[in-house]
């Protein structure tokens, strides 16, 4: 079983909907999240983080976290078609010096105009 | 501009052969680090440094070789090229005490043939 489990879509929605990307994971020790977009031929690029549970909030973006369930969220909201790409969740164990992420395996996104 | 530099952006290699993948920052970031990214596996950690001189294996080690002289630079060997290393590389930076996220290069293409 993989540490961290993301379903990979393809996921096509129409421009201007709301839309819900999801990881799991089973390590409880994992205690910083992150979500990077990665534009095709790209490399990924930093979108959010956050550390606790609950929301954040940045601008059309939103992280949501639930430690208990250990899920975690990307909602986008009136979705552009430059929203497409491939979303990739991130987790990190906070020990140590080394700062190792462990990635999802990514969902593609598709923004139809 | 400021960011992660990596050369060359594509390569085809004959099984058997060697080659670096050349990775070069200009922020200041002690930690580096080189991923590859394959279909339905996401981001997996090939090898990472905490700053000049100390280097460490990360999930996929074998088969890849790195040494990190200096802050700047970074660089991947391969020692005998695989089919199975087949895969896009990529290298990516970040701060040592503070910030959160990775700053990664555009990537290098890689077939082994």
């Known amino acids: 079983q993989k540490e961290v489990e993301q379903d990979p879509g393809p996921l096509s929605v129409p421009e201007g909907a709301i839309v819900s990307l999801n990881c799991t994971y089973s390590n409880s020790a994992f205690q910083y999240f992150m979500w990077y977009r990665q534009y095709s031929r790209k490399g990924p690029e930093l979108l959010m983080y956050?550390?606790?549970?609950g929301n954040k909030e940045d601008g059309r973006f939103t992280a949501q976290v639930d430690k208990s369930s250990k899920y975690i969220s990307l909602f986008i909201r009136d979705s552009q078609p430059s929203d497409s790409a491939t979303y990739l969740c991130?987790?990190?164990?906070?020990?140590?010096?080394?700062?190792?992420?462990?990635f999802g395996s990514g969902t593609q996104l598709t923004v139809l105009p | 501009n400021a960011g992660v530099t990596q050369t060359p952006k594509f390569q085809v290699l004959k099984t058997g052969q060697s080659m670096t993948l050349q990775c070069a920052q200009d922020m200041n970031h002690e930690y580096m680090s080189w991923y590859r990214q394959d279909p339905g596996m996401g981001l997996r950690l090939i090898h990472y440094?905490?700053?000049?001189?100390?280097?460490d294996q990360g999930e996929v080690p074998n088969g890849y070789n790195v040494s990190r002289s200096t802050t700047e630079d970074f660089p991947l060997r391969l020692l005998s090229a695989a089919p199975s290393q087949t895969s896009v590389y990529f290298c990516?930076?970040?701060?040592?005490?503070?910030?959160?996220?990775?700053?990664f290069g555009s990537g290098t293409r890689l077939t082994v043939v």
């Open positions: 991130a987790l990190r164990i906070s020990s140590g010096s080394a700062r190792q992420l462990t």
């Open positions: 956050t550390y606790s549970s």
């Open positions: 440094s905490v700053g000049a001189g100390i280097t």
């Open positions: 990516a930076s970040s701060e040592q005490g503070g910030g959160w996220g990775y700053t």
